[in-house]
């Protein structure tokens, strides 16, 4: 069993993953004890500066960690549910890239992405039992989201 977290928030790339997915959710972490493993993207020009001009990012995108009470409080609303998975397979992404071309392909409904590089729901899938990794690309916060349950807080979780 593993504690997952949703965000939900206003950024534009937040509002566009809400409309094309039809869902509340548009951001998905792994809690990690006091951290979440996600995978973050880059501002949309600095990725751009990135690709055309090789200018460094100003500080490090794609799978992080990210304290549990900053990731809160980036998101608008947010949710922790439980899972069925493995954390193991998500802690040793961290350090991979973002995959903003996987991104799009996704937005675009394109069955490609970067083997090498994750967005968050591919973090997240990886470590999810009942999505087979092949498929990590194709899913959508939504997804998770109907894979896990509410946490029973009388019963409490031990993860």
């Known amino acids: 069993i593993m504690l ?3 965000g939900s928030g206003d950024h534009w790339i937040s509002k566009i993953i809400k409309k094309s997915t039809c869902s509340k959710w548009s951001h998905v972490g792994l809690v990690d004890q006091d951290q979440v493993i996600e995978s ?3 501002p949309f020009r600095e ?3 990135h690709i055309f ?3 460094d990012y100003k500080k490090p995108y794609g799978v992080v960690t990210t304290n549990l009470i900053e990731f809160i409080a980036r998101y608008k609303d947010s949710e922790i549910r439980i899972i069925d998975g493995n954390i193991e397979n ?3 992404r961290i350090g991979m890239s973002f995959d903003m071309l996987g991104l799009f392909c996704a937005y675009l409904h394109i069955n490609w992405h970067d083997t090498k590089k994750d967005f968050c729901v591919e973090t997240v899938s990886y ?3 009942h999505i087979e990794n092949h498929t990590a ?3 959508r916060p939504i997804d998770i989201y ?3 349950s509410q946490i029973d807080y009388k019963k409490g979780v031990d993860v």
Do not use: K, T
């Open 90 to 92: 998500a802690r040793i």
């Open 146 to 148: 109907w894979l896990s």
């Open 40 to 42: 973050i993207g880059p």
């Open 4 to 6: 997952i977290i949703f």
């Open 127 to 129: 470590a999810v039992e």
């Open 53 to 55: 001009l090789g200018i």
């Open 137 to 139: 690309h194709q899913q």
């Open 47 to 49: 990725y751009l500066s």
